[in-house]
């Protein structure tokens, strides 16, 4: 559960903030 939380926020700021 938790790395699938992290994994979602990861994709979030890299939505957000756009960086690879």
């Known amino acids: 559960v938790l ?3 992290f994994k ?3 994709i979030y700021v ?3 903030y ?3």
């Open 3 to 5: 790395r699938s939380a």
């Open 8 to 10: 979602k926020v990861h």
């Open 14 to 16: 890299h939505q957000k």
């Open 18 to 20: 756009g960086y690879s």
